[in-house]
């Protein structure tokens, strides 16, 4: 891990593709993108996220949204994104939610989602990969995770309203929440998305994860579950250089 960012292994072993999930101390995206993986372009290209299950698709030039553009990309509401369209930088911004990198190994799209509570509740990584597979035709096989730096099982704690969504949805609820004394319950967040991305047929292991907690590591991320309102925001970026 550098001091602004840290990779996955076995991404940066992908052909002509470039991710980074940043730390607290990073001072400048654009500086990483250009000096540190030889990109000409200093933006990312980020949506409004909504703490939903929505997928934005940017493909062959073309933003399928016909209420936004790619030049406005505010306007945006979604909580992934995935694209195909080369020297694109794709990104979130996460303070405890989990940044989850896709990539293709074959280099023909990437994706890259915040999943927090809600949205992973509503398996948004599940319709991630269903996008990436209906729009690019990529093979789940051939497809690469990492999960970046979000707050661990170990110190998510949640009321009993917040843990009910997964409780009905979730088949294997027992498998990622461990019920207190206090009627609140420990949610382990990545475990839940490793599930999900299982489930859409990923192996166990191409899935990869940066084993760092952001509330427990809050002097190399920022923690909202630590900081609060104040927090500041990781970017986590992905894109196929050409």
């Given at each position: 891990m550098r001091n602004e960012y840290l990779t996955i292994n076995k991404l940066s072993e992908i052909d002509n593709l470039i991710h980074a999930f940043t730390t607290r101390t990073c001072r400048s995206v654009g500086d990483i993108l250009k000096n540190q993986f030889g990109l000409n372009s200093d933006k990312v290209f980020t949506v409004k996220q909504v703490?939903?299950?929505?997928?934005?698709?940017?493909?062959?030039?073309?933003?399928?949204?016909?209420?936004?553009?790619?030049q406005n990309p505010k306007s945006i509401e979604a909580d992934a994104i995935i694209t195909n369209i080369k020297n694109l930088p794709i990104g979130v911004f996460t303070a405890d939610c989990i940044p989850i990198i896709l990539a293709d190994i074959k280099g023909r799209g990437v994706g890259i989602i915040h999943a927090g509570r809600v949205g992973t509740s509503l398996e948004?990584?599940?319709?991630?990969?269903?996008?990436?597979?209906?729009?690019?035709?990529?093979?789940?096989?051939?497809?690469?995770?990492?999960?970046?730096?979000?707050i661990g099982g170990c110190c998510y704690e949640v009321d009993e309203k917040s843990i009910n969504p997964f409780k009905d949805r979730l088949e294997y609820f027992k498998k990622i929440a461990i019920e207190k004394d206090n009627g609140r319950w420990m949610l382990n967040l990545i475990g839940v998305n490793k599930i999900q991305l299982m489930e859409s047929g990923l192996k166990?292991?191409?899935?990869?994860?940066?084993e760092f907690c952001t509330s427990c590591h809050n002097d190399k991320f920022f923690s909202y579950r630590r900081e609060g309102k104040t927090a500041g925001r990781m970017v986590s970026f992905v894109a196929i250089k050409e």
């Open positions: 703490h939903g299950d929505g997928v934005y698709i940017i493909r062959d030039g073309e933003v399928l949204n016909p209420q936004s553009t790619i948004i990584t599940k319709k991630t990969i269903g996008k990436i597979m209906e729009v690019f035709d990529i093979s789940p096989k051939d497809i690469i995770v990492g999960i970046g730096p979000g166990s292991e191409n899935i990869f994860t940066a």
